[in-house]
């Protein structure tokens, strides 16, 4: 399984980017898609999350400012960034999840960048 991600940038604050995660098969194979980010000297943490059935979560943070979807034809998901702030500066990396067995797949990640 390949994840290909990209939309990474910079952008100022107050500014807007779209990520996007193409996969190698169908996005209906995982359980769930999701996009994780690492800043500098902090921990990797989940941004948005989309279930196979739809179900989305998001990272408390960027509740109301990001939105996350996917085009089932063109196996890709994305991560719609708006309003964003410096502490969304980070490494976004794409991730899909099966659940029998748990496997987890990565793709490369992409820096967004969004000094003051």
């Known amino acids: 399984v390949q994840l290909q991600a990209s939309g990474g940038g910079l952008v100022q604050a107050g500014g807007s980017l779209r990520l996007s995660c193409a996969a190698s098969r169908s996005i209906f194979s995982f359980g769930a898609m999701g996009w994780y980010r690492q800043a500098p000297g902090k921990q990797r943490e989940l941004v948005a999350r989309?279930?196979?059935?739809?179900?989305?979560n998001y990272a408390d943070s960027v509740k109301g400012r990001f939105t996350i979807s996917r085009d089932n034809a063109k196996n890709t998901v994305y991560l719609q960034m708006n309003s964003l702030k410096p502490e969304d500066t980070a490494v976004y990396s794409c991730?899909?999840?099966?659940?029998?067995?748990?496997?987890?797949?990565w793709g490369q990640g992409t820096q967004v960048t969004s000094p003051a």
């Open positions: 989309i279930g196979s059935g739809g179900n989305i």
């Open positions: 991730n899909a999840v099966t659940y029998g067995p748990l496997t987890y797949y």
